[in-house]
């Protein structure tokens, strides 16, 4: 059995959809401080927890090197081909 769509049962759909668009946005504006503190909570700790490891790592003498990753070496390519002069042609 097919039903049809009422103009009634249309507008009570709107009104749904504005009501749930309105409340959450309420409610973003309510619990988006609470967010925002926490996730700069976490941050700040991250960031403490990275500092304390930075400096619980032996001092060095001035002047004394240390490198701790040796970077990849390229493989240059020299058999690019031979350079061609150009002569423009009026």
Do not use: T
Request: net charge positive; charged share 25%; proline share 3%.
């Amino acid at each position: 059995m097919l039903q049809q769509a009422s103009v009634l049962g249309l507008v009570k759909m709107v009104l749904i959809i504005l009501l749930v668009y309105f409340g959450l946005k309420i409610l973003s504006r309510l619990f988006a401080p609470l967010l925002l503190k926490f996730v700069a909570k976490k941050a700040e700790q991250k960031f403490g927890q990275h500092f304390n490891r930075q400096q619980q790592r032996p001092s060095k003498q001035e002047g004394e090197v240390s490198i701790d990753k040796v970077p990849k070496r390229k493989q240059s390519n020299n058999n690019v081909g031979d350079y061609v002069d150009f002569e423009e042609i009026d």
